[in-house]
């Protein structure tokens, strides 16, 4: 009994080791992995974080199969098709799946970015008004800056434990996904290892990242236009004005347009103006000047 139990552990123990080989070797095809889930706050381990895709990969391609399948069988065609599709689909859930951590990379950088001019300024003026760095690095950790508060709320809890000011800020850099914020920590990174004044550094940087926004702002802007005269063609004019004239050409024509044929053309219609606002959405500069 205790020879099968030993056995049986030794077992296991070989398949776990097989099993972390081969995560390990998929790990090496996303060599900036560990760095993007460390930018996006993800505490699980990156071998974990592999099979948790890999799993979720089967399981969609698999409900897609079930799907495509049913109703190939209903349309009495080759079900068997819906097997070949799972296939394809498999690969293409796993890479979907393994951009979460940039998904999540990416709100993080829009988040510190919304706050990071306005926090940053509040640190000057703190330093202007005679603060000490520490107590202004603090202040704006308590002062309700989103993410950049978290940010150098880390920074305050490293210096707390006894790590210099200059390393705890490239620490804390190593895993910002924001440019802007990773220069304003390196400003001061730089003046406190060469003795300058950090408030004069750093109201160089604030006025350059706040040249770069409302350029950012600007070029949104004539980015939308094009967009917004396109949208109204294709979202606003081709859905009314087309369709009423398309239906005329087709009465010339012989042709008859039922009211299924009329109730296709919303979907599409809808999909086609969802695009149009997610865009301008997603493109939107998060931050206010």
Same mark, same amino acid.
């Given at each position: ?11 296991? /123990?070989? #398949? ?7 995560? +390990? &070797? ?9 760095? +993007?889930? =460390? #930018?996006?706050?993800? +505490? ?7 099979? =948790?895709? @890999? ?8 409900? *897609?199969?079930? !799907? *495509?399948?049913?109703?190939? &069988?209903?349309?009495? /065609? ?8 799972? *296939?394809?689909?498999?690969? %293409? ?6 951009? &979460?951590? =940039?998904?999540?990379?990416? =709100? ?58 200059? $390393? ?16 304003? @920590? ?5 003046? *406190? ?8 550094? @750093? ?8 040249? #770069? ?13 094009? $967009?917004? %005269?396109? &949208?109204? !063609? ?18 010339? /024509? ?13 979907? $599409? ?7 149009? @606002? ?9 931050? #206010?000047?």
């Amino acid at each position: 009994m205790a020879e099968e139990k030993q056995e049986m552990e030794e077992r296991t /123990a070989v #398949e776990k080791g097989s099993m972390d080989s081969f995560l +390990t &070797y998929v790990a090496s095809w996303f060599p900036n992995l560990k760095k +993007t889930m =460390k #930018e996006g706050r993800m +505490t699980v381990p990156v071998n974990d974080f592999i099979a =948790k895709q @890999l799993t979720f990969a089967a399981v969609m391609s698999v409900f *897609i199969g079930i !799907v *495509i399948g049913v109703v190939l &069988y209903l349309q009495h /065609a080759n079900w068997m098709m819906a097997i070949l599709v799972a *296939i394809i689909c498999y690969p %293409m859930m796993f890479i979907m799946g393994m951009q &979460y951590p =940039k998904a999540l990379v990416a =709100k993080r950088r829009k988040e510190i970015e919304k706050d990071v001019l306005f926090a940053g300024r509040h640190l000057w003026i703190a330093l202007k008004g005679g603060m000490p760095l520490f107590d202004s690095m603090l202040a704006v950790s308590k002062g309700g800056y989103g993410e950049v508060g978290k940010e150098m709320n880390r920074l305050v809890e490293k210096v707390l434990v006894g790590v210099p000011v200059d $390393i705890a800020a490239a620490e804390v850099v190593e895993d910002c996904p924001s440019p802007a914020f990773r220069r304003i @920590l390196m400003q001061m990174v730089n003046s *406190i290892r060469s003795g300058a004044d950090v408030s004069d550094s @750093l109201d160089v940087v604030l006025q350059q990242i706040s040249k #770069e926004q409302m350029i950012n702002i600007k070029e949104y802007g004539q980015r939308l236009n094009p $967009i917004v %005269m396109f &949208y109204m !063609v294709m979202g606003v004019i081709v859905p009314s004005l087309g369709i009423s004239v398309g239906l005329l050409i087709l009465s010339f /024509a012989g042709w008859t347009v039922g009211i299924r044929e009329m109730w296709a053309v919303i979907p $599409i219609v809808a999909i086609v103006q969802y695009m149009f @606002l997610s865009y301008a959405e997603i493109t939107r500069p998060i931050y #206010e000047v």
